[in-house]
């Protein structure tokens, strides 16, 4: 399994600014995911952070919004920018372990004001 | 077509219920299977991977029908604590999540 810290874990910004969250993996991986989900919906994938690379971004998600670092191999942030109350959801990280499996961080709730 | 579908709910059901619940994914080509329980206001956490074969683990039982392409979810002797919601996953190139099926256990 995979410990995971995210942070913060939630926050209530005002539109036009930008938000970076963090998450923090106590073991090396290779694949980070970054997701989000709206309420009462199911989770959407924004992009795959790749360690030494630039990320793999998802339709309908872009870098210039969500830009994202990957330095090493157990962190990495995602910044939201220019919020819109939109943007309002919660952000989650993930990563792939073992068989496949994904471990999710305990989330970003971001309220847009 | 969304690629995972699953029945949203909500399931109302006693304690000591068996219930269960389905899944189907359209790209025959998937690879892996889970099942993921998220609480209200928490991250998803695996709740079980799911084989071919089958798998039992205490009350759950998750089956794969991959000629019919559906993931089936079989939780016996329910708990007040199993309430949640139940995510279908699948893997392909990427992760695709159902959007849940919501269980309500009731005293």
């Known amino acids: 399994s995979a410990v995971i810290s995210q942070k913060p874990s939630r926050d209530i910004c005002q539109r036009g600014t930008s938000l970076t969250i963090q998450c923090q993996v106590d073991?090396?991986?290779?694949?980070m995911f970054w997701y989000r989900q709206q309420p009462g919906q199911s989770l959407t994938l924004i992009a795959t952070?790749?360690?030494?690379?630039?990320?793999?971004?998802e339709s309908g998600f872009v870098i210039d919004k969500f830009p994202i670092s990957r330095p090493n191999l157990t962190f990495s942030t995602l910044t939201v920018s220019n919020m819109s109350p939109e943007d309002s959801s919660i952000y989650l990280c993930?990563?792939?372990?073992?068989?496949?499996?994904?471990?999710f961080g305990a989330g970003t709730r971001l309220s847009v004001l | 077509r969304k690629e995972v579908e699953q029945d949203p709910g909500p399931f109302n059901v006693p304690e000591g219920a068996t219930v269960a619940f389905n899944c189907t994914y359209s790209?025959?080509?998937?690879?892996?299977f889970f099942w993921y329980r998220q609480d209200c206001r928490k991250e998803p956490k695996l709740l079980m991977s799911v084989y071919s074969s089958g798998n039992e683990d205490g009350r759950f039982t998750a089956q794969l029908n991959r000629a019919s392409q559906y993931i089936s979810l079989l939780i016996r002797d329910s708990k007040l604590s199993d309430s949640a919601t139940y995510l279908c996953?699948?893997?392909?190139?990427?992760?695709?999540f159902g959007s849940g099926t919501k269980l309500n256990v009731k005293p």
């Open positions: 073991s090396q991986v290779t694949m």
């Open positions: 996953v699948v893997n392909l190139d990427k992760f695709y």
């Open positions: 790209n025959s080509a998937s690879q892996s």
């Open positions: 993930s990563v792939g372990k073992g068989k496949n499996i994904q471990y």
């Open positions: 952070a790749n360690q030494g690379s630039e990320a793999t971004y």
